[in-house]
């Protein structure tokens, strides 16, 4: 209604599949003090481990505890149920988890309590790294003033570290680490450094000034806004392929580098020694190198010497290694590339092999690598659209050695079309006339065969394809039985490789798809076009002749998953549908169209329209839906038409009404509507 107000729910859509694989719009973010800080005292497990409990915190609305199970956690991490109990033990651990609490549930099954999610309380914001704390504390105790008063010295010393000129470098101590260091603040630092007694002076102002200028020191140490920002999906699929130290070499070499989305900017080198890399994850140089020769981490960057070939394979000594980072997108798992794979196939094979959107019927033949259709089985390269006015020809040779039912003289395949005079398999005796070629005395008799033409078509090289010929029983029936065996196996990543094993080994294919490619194109179409009536529910126009009845159980059983006795019934109920329709039609006469000359216009109309419909559509289109219709009535401009079926109807009105619509109004020369209607309708 106008001016009301309503709710709208929006959900994004991916423009590309590899969009909608990696899900580049969630991201995780570390800061670069974490990375350059705290991995190297973590360790690459303990610090995986923390990034994904604050990612657990960053989804419970931002706040700093979460509550997650320990498998949720184990896969997000790559990290094991005992290992992570075994990192939360780790030092400095507890500087980021604060506490763990075990949470328990009762279980009737077993009759006592287990424990269930654990909640984890988390410091979000970087502490001060053990280094810095030490330093902090030498570089306060030498600005602070001796004889001044403790909260005076105190702000005399935090104004001289504000106004010093790279502090984290003054503050980066190099020496040891005192044993007992806890997690302290830069107020803490100085407070106890100074020692200054915070309780008594609560009320002071000069307390606020401090915890402030404190906040802007630890700014300036950590840099809070300075921060990785990496795919989700690097995190919880690549993390686990590349392990964690070399997934923290990922995001080192990455944090080091850059790249600008908007402007397009990219700085995708980095030259850095290798100790100073293996350092930088805490790992030696010897283990760096191991983890080098992960067969994944080409696909994140290279390395090469300066001066020296990527792939020279010397180690100059002393020198810096140069890396070329991937750094605008993630390559896809070994996983996601196959799936991504099988969905464009399923949707090519949906476009160009599934769902006919002309005609509503399946196209049962799933795609092959090698092979488009059924015909390539059997013949040559053959033309997409066959010539207008060109009759069909079988294409085996008349003295070919075979076996089959004498409805195998039409064309065999699924989309069999006429060769080309140049194509065409001549007889025998035609082809020793045409290949004799007189050399002086010497004659050379060139023959071929139909098995010759199939077995280039597969492209089977020597020695395989001679051993196929002095086959004797190998025949072109049995050929086209592998492969139409082949394309019912979803699982066989080669199936034209796995046809011609059967076929060395002699192996003979399955009856049913033997009986399968003996059939010609027109009992393919008729079967096609049965399952999709019988889905439908309606009668059979034509019905299925007795001879194959049972070969077409076992065809829709294998090729549209319908059960056998399921398609009994569905054929003996059409058949009845249908000779009942027939006796009606016989009793009851059909309303046509009289001898009106309105009426007659109107049959003439429509005959004009089904000539030029005939032209817009391929020819099993128009015989399926168009051929037999009538026109039943026709007034103040609109065509009555009869459907013959209620399937038919209800697809003509949902695919081609406004093309019949367009095409008679043309003709007529107005705008003309269309409605269709089933006879026996009506007559009542």
């Known amino acids: 209604m106008p001016g009301e107000d309503k709710l709208l729910h929006l959900h994004g859509v991916y423009n590309t599949l590899y969009n909608a694989t990696t899900r580049p719009d969630f991201r995780f973010v570390v800061s670069r003090y974490f990375i350059d800080e705290w991995v190297p005292l973590l360790g690459p497990s303990l610090a995986w481990l923390i990034v994904g409990l604050r990612q657990q915190c960053f989804w419970n609305r931002r706040r700093d505890w979460c509550i997650v199970d320990k498998a949720t956690l184990a896969r997000e991490t790559a990290l094991d149920e005992r290992t992570i109990e075994r990192c939360l033990k780790k030092p400095f651990s507890n500087w980021f988890v604060i506490e763990v609490t075990h949470r328990y549930q009762y279980r009737t099954q077993i009759g006592k309590k287990v424990r269930d999610k654990n909640r984890y309380q988390l410091l979000l914001d970087e502490p001060l790294s053990p280094r810095h704390q030490t330093g902090l504390v030498a570089l306060v105790r030498e600005l602070a003033p001796a004889e001044a008063e403790p909260l005076d010295a105190a702000l005399a010393v935090v104004e001289a570290l504000l106004a010093m000129p790279h502090l984290t470098d003054k503050i980066s101590n190099t020496g040891s680490i005192p044993p007992d260091l806890r997690r302290r603040s830069v107020l803490e630092v100085i407070i106890e450094t100074i020692g200054i007694n915070l309780a008594n002076s609560a009320a002071d102002e000069r307390v606020l000034k401090l915890n402030n200028r404190c906040a802007e020191i630890y700014n300036l140490i950590v840099q809070p806004n300075k921060i990785y920002v990496g795919w989700q999906y690097f995190r919880l699929e690549w993390v686990r392929l590349l392990g964690h130290a070399l997934a923290w070499v990922v995001i080192y070499l990455r944090r080091h580098c850059y790249w600008d989305e908007t402007s397009g900017e990219l700085r995708d080198t980095l030259s850095v020694y290798k100790k100073e890399l293996a350092a930088a994850i805490n790992q030696t140089p010897r283990n760096l190198a191991n983890l080098m020769e992960n067969p994944y981490a080409s696909l994140f960057f290279t390395s090469s010497n300066p001066g020296e070939p990527a792939n020279s394979g010397k180690e100059a000594r002393n020198k810096p290694t140069l890396y070329r980072v991937r750094m605008v997108d993630e390559p896809l798992t070994p996983t996601d590339q196959q799936q991504v794979g099988d969905t464009l196939r399923q949707r090519l094979q949906n476009e160009y092999y599934g769902q006919n959107p002309e005609n509503g019927q399946l196209n049962l033949f799933p795609m092959l690598d090698r092979l488009s259709n059924r015909q390539n089985f059997a013949y040559g390269q053959v033309p997409e659209k066959m010539p207008p006015g060109e009759s069909k020809e079988c294409r085996l040779e008349d003295d070919l050695p075979e076996k089959m039912p004498q409805h195998i003289l039409a064309p065999i395949g699924k989309n069999a079309a006429t060769l080309k005079d140049s194509l065409e398999i001549p007889s025998e005796s035609e082809k020793i006339d045409q290949q004799q070629v007189q050399q002086g005395a010497a004659v050379v008799v060139k023959k071929s065969s139909a098995l010759e033409l199939v077995l280039d078509d ?68 008729l079967f096609e076009t049965t399952v999709a009536v019988l889905r439908g529910g309606q009668g059979l126009t034509p019905p299925i002749p007795p001879e194959l009845v049972e070969t077409f159980v076992r065809w829709a059983d294998i090729y549209a998953g319908l059960e056998p006795t399921e398609t009994k019934s569905l054929l003996s109920l059409a058949a009845r549908e249908l000779t009942k329709r027939e006796e009606l039609s016989s009793v009851t006469a059909l309303p046509v169209i009289s001898s009106d000359p309105k009426r007659e216009q109107a049959r003439n109309l429509w005959g004009a329209a089904l000539t030029q419909l005939q032209r817009q559509m391929t020819k099993q289109t128009f015989d399926t839906w168009l051929k037999q219709t009538e026109v039943l009535d026709y007034h103040e401009s609109e065509f009555v038409i009869d459907a013959k079926s209620a399937f038919a109807k209800d697809w003509l009105e949902n695919r081609l009404i406004k093309t019949i619509e367009a095409v008679l109004s043309s003709i007529v020369g107005e705008p003309t509507r269309v409605r269709f209607a089933l006879s026996e309708q009506i007559s009542s």
């Open 458 to 525: 597969l492209s089977v090289q020597e020695p395989a394809r001679s051993k196929l010929l002095a086959n004797p029983n190998l025949t072109v029936a049995k050929v086209g039985a592998w492969f139409l065996y082949a394309e019912t196996q979803p699982n066989l990543t080669d199936p034209q490789g796995y046809v011609i094993k059967r076929l060395l080994a002699n192996d003979p294919p399955p009856q049913d798809f033997v009986a399968f490619a003996k059939l010609d194109d027109e009992t393919w179409s």
